[in-house]
């Protein structure tokens, strides 16, 4: 009888993605039954939920594994266990070698425990399956090892070490959150006694969709199995620190769909935003000027639906707000375009579906109710919003709780995500906040509802900007923007100061209110593809007029040059006038005298 043929570790791999894969199929297609009015029940912010706070994640857990050459490298985001090697050692924690995948691929494959209670042979109680079966393989190369068996970080850590690894990396495939990474940690005190005895290599997590990737960088299409080298990974890879670089943090795989973008942009862009916006900003117009729900007269300023604001049919839920919009498009500076061409690269979408920032200002007693970011004319697709300073939100009394007067407020809340607690995001200046605004079928996304908490009294950590909270939002839409938001309005908005002209928005308006939303938007678009042509015939012909002038100038000048010769002439001609009639009348006066 011939024995079961055992599956390849990388096609197993790949047998669980797309076993998670369906389960999330499924389970989207048991949303759709959810109708808007499920989740238009919390219609203003609430203070008393029992929200979870974000960031969780630090800095000092963040690590990236890359793989590739100068023209092409690839990056997955890993987080750090709370034991073994930490990244503030970073002449121990960055390794460079060969990514082995265990074999078993979850590290047990149905083999007993060994080291249990009753064993008195080792000298640690923290028990294990045993090395690998490919543990010659794995000695002094990087170990790749799903948690699919359930076994504690410590266990799996164990194995790599009687198995030779130089490095740790597990693949969490959790079905229930594929998408999410976490530091491991010590489960009890055995293990915290075996691990600051004996790991000393770096242990890291990366997601089920990260683990796919790197087990099939080398398969192309077609290829035959016996022809993938290394179960499709890499012929060596580099794990090292994060530092100030971009990393991810999973906050809602689905419903809304939610993360956060650590050190999107620096201090200095963040600062530059700031600056940029500054003496431009304006009170937000969310209402219909026709609306008095809350106060607002019949003469009042329509929205600025040119520049993002958006009538909200409940009424205003902007309260004392400011905000500008900093039109750059692509006539940004070049450090303005690292920051796009980053924000392309870590969420995939491209730089000319981008919006330009939409930068506002808190003050005390300033929050933004729960709304949807909506819009009638070019509905977003996904919005990432970035803090552009620091809040210290809560610092630690003597009983150990946090002090409310220190409590700053301002956090970005998330009330009704499907799965899982409200959510919480406090302010981290170059913390980027990523949701989608529809679902995976294009449609409006209701979970998605969100809002900005009251802004409280206080000075943030570094005593300045006191009591004012900055952020910058864009926008990311389905379609490529028109050249008119691309080009023309940014460099309007340059000649005027960095500010679009009121002119202009009062343009885009008449359009909309004179021929609708879809054919208003258009001819205000062809508008602007005409306006430079109107521009360059305007200079064209005051040009001419000026060249006309000068040559006229030229060839009938007042007085002076050819013009003493005319009058010459003219003299002379005056003078053979006047002899001429002198004669006739002398030869009168002669005729006389005869």
């Not at 003050?363 to 929050?367: K, P």
């Not at 050249?483 to 309007?492: E, M």
């Given at each position: 009888m011939m024995a079961p043929q055992r599956l390849p570790p990388s096609l197993l791999l790949l047998l669980l993605l797309l076993s998670t894969s369906l389960q999330k199929a499924v389970s989207k297609s048991n949303q759709k039954s959810q109708t808007h009015s499920s989740y238009s029940t919390t219609n203003s912010l609430d203070p008393n939920l029992q929200y979870i706070t974000y960031p969780l994640r630090e800095e000092s857990k963040a690590a990236i594994v890359e793989w590739g050459n100068s023209a092409i490298i690839s990056a997955l985001d890993a987080a750090v266990a709370d034991f073994g090697v930490p990244t503030s050692h970073s002449a121990f924690f960055e390794v460079e070698t060969s990514p082995i995948l265990a074999d078993p691929v979850d590290g047990r494959g149905g083999k007993p425990f060994i080291n249990t209670d009753t064993d008195t042979d080792?000298?640690?109680?923290?028990?294990?399956?045993?090395?690998?079966?490919n543990a010659d393989e794995v000695r002094g190369n990087l170990l790749v090892m799903t948690n699919q068996?359930?076994?504690?970080?410590?266990?799996?850590?164990?194995?790599?070490?009687?198995?030779?690894?130089?490095?740790?990396?597990?693949?969490?495939?959790?079905?229930?959150?594929?998408?999410?990474i976490y530091s491991l940690s010590i489960e009890n005190s055995d293990e915290q006694v075996y691990a600051e005895n004996e790991i000393d290599f770096p242990v890291v997590m990366v997601s089920l969709a990260s683990g796919n990737l790197i087990t099939t960088a080398t398969v192309e299409e077609g290829m035959e199995e016996e022809d993938i080298v290394n179960n499709g990974m890499p012929e060596r890879i580099r794990l090292y620190a994060a530092g100030d670089r971009p990393f991810f943090e999973d906050v809602s795989s689905q419903s809304p769909v939610l993360y956060l973008i650590h050190n999107l942009m620096t201090e200095e862009e963040c600062l530059t935003l700031i600056d940029q916006s500054k003496n431009k900003m304006e009170l937000v117009v969310d209402t219909n000027a026709n609306d008095n729900s809350n106060g607002n007269s019949n003469d009042g300023p329509l929205p600025n639906l040119l520049e993002y604001e958006v009538a909200e049919p409940s009424g205003s839920k902007s309260i004392n707000i400011e905000r500008t919009v900093v039109w750059k498009g692509q006539i940004n500076s070049h450090a303005g375009k690292q920051v796009e061409e980053r924000i392309e690269q870590v969420t995939g979408y491209p730089q000319d579906q981008f919006s330009d920032w939409i930068v506002t200002r808190h003050?005390?007693?300033?929050?933004h109710e729960l709304h949807y970011d909506h819009h009638p004319i070019y509905p977003p697709v996904a919005t990432i919003t970035v803090f552009l300073n620091d809040l210290d939100n809560g610092e630690e009394g003597e009983d150990g709780e946090n002090d409310n007067e220190n409590d700053l407020g301002g956090e970005i809340v998330y009330p009704n995500p499907v799965e899982g607690a409200p959510v919480m995001i406090a302010p981290h200046r170059g913390l980027a906040v990523v949701h989608h605004n529809t679902d995976y079928d294009g449609n409006v996304d209701y979970a998605a509802v969100y809002g900005e908490m009251t802004l409280r009294g206080g000075k943030d950590k570094h005593q300045e900007m006191k009591t004012v909270k900055y952020i910058a939002k864009k926008y990311v839409y389905a379609q490529p923007l028109p050249?008119?938001?691309?080009?023309?309005?940014?460099?309007?908005a340059v000649l005027t100061g960095g500010k679009l002209p009121k002119w202009v928005i009062h343009v885009h308006n008449l359009c909309l209110s004179t021929f609708g939303l879809e054919k208003g938007t258009e001819y205000f678009d062809k508008l602007c593809t005409m306006f430079p042509v109107f521009v360059l015939f305007v200079i064209g012909a005051i040009l001419q007029r000026i060249f006309q002038s000068k040559l006229s100038s030229l060839e009938h000048p007042p007085n002076g040059g050819s013009g003493t010769s005319n009058g010459s002439s003219n003299s002379g001609e005056g003078a053979k006038s006047k002899k001429s009639n002198g004669g006739k009348k002398k030869g009168k006066?002669?005729?006389?005298?005869?």
């Open positions: 080792e000298e640690y109680n923290v028990p294990y399956p045993g090395p690998l079966d068996a359930n076994m504690s970080g410590v266990t799996m850590a164990r194995i790599a070490k009687e198995s030779g690894a130089a490095a740790l990396m597990v693949v969490n495939v959790d079905q229930e959150t594929p998408d999410l003050t005390v007693g300033s929050r050249p008119s938001k691309r080009l023309l309005l940014p460099l309007l006066k002669n005729k006389k005298l005869e």
